[in-house]
């Protein structure tokens, strides 16, 4: 299978969508209202610190990942490439397509200088934390979040 990595673009925004919400994780989630994902998808492609990347096979998006290059004073000053919203198209899953989507991102991380490639997962994905584990990645910190809809803070 040849696979072909490219920025998206606004033509791609439903497809991407659709990706990322196919999946119960996701779907569990609360919203605070309308998605404006169009407007998410401008601020992404101006910032030069982001890349939104699809992946394509025969001219079909099959996979998608958000890579952001975080500056910061740890890590000796290095930069680290933070890889988010990684998903592959349900027909296409178990292909070798999202080890071949994390090799790109980790070569594109080298490329641009950055110390550290990083993600999160959620702790219900299992499967997902045994593919990272078996690429090299360590599970190494506990994460937390704080969902800013909530008032008692």
């Given at each position: 299978?040849?696979?072909?990595?490219?920025?998206a673009?606004?033509?791609?925004?439903?497809?991407?969508?659709?990706?990322?919400?196919?999946?119960?994780?996701?779907?569990?989630?609360?919203?605070?209202?309308?998605p404006?994902?169009?407007a998410?998808?401008?601020?992404?492609?101006?910032?030069?610190?982001?890349?939104?990347?699809?992946?394509?096979?025969?001219?079909?998006?099959?996979?998608?990942?958000?890579?952001?290059?975080?500056?910061?004073?740890?890590?000796?000053?290095?930069?680290?490439?933070?890889?988010?919203?990684?998903?592959?198209?349900?027909?296409?899953?178990?292909?070798?397509?999202?080890?071949?989507?994390?090799?790109?991102?980790?070569?594109?991380?080298?490329?641009?200088?950055?110390?550290?490639?990083?993600?999160?997962?959620?702790?219900?994905?299992?499967?997902?934390?045994?593919?990272?584990?078996?690429?090299?990645?360590?599970?190494?910190?506990?994460?937390?979040?704080?969902s800013?809809?909530?008032?008692?803070?």
């Open positions: 299978m040849s696979l072909h990595f490219r920025t673009r606004r033509e791609d925004v439903p497809v991407i969508v659709a990706m990322i919400n196919d999946d119960p994780i996701t779907a569990a989630r609360p919203s605070s209202g309308e404006d994902y169009y998410a998808f401008e601020a992404v492609d101006a910032d030069p610190r982001n890349e939104l990347i699809v992946v394509e096979s025969d001219g079909e998006v099959v996979g998608t990942m958000q890579i952001t290059y975080i500056p910061g004073l740890s890590r000796r000053g290095g930069e680290r490439a933070q890889v988010e919203a990684v998903r592959v198209a349900v027909p296409h899953r178990n292909r070798g397509i999202g080890r071949e989507m994390m090799r790109w991102a980790v070569e594109r991380a080298r490329e641009r200088g950055c110390a550290l490639v990083q993600l999160t997962s959620d702790k219900a994905r299992t499967e997902a934390h045994r593919f990272y584990g078996s690429l090299g990645f360590a599970a190494s910190h506990v994460g937390f979040k704080l800013l809809d909530r008032l008692d803070l």
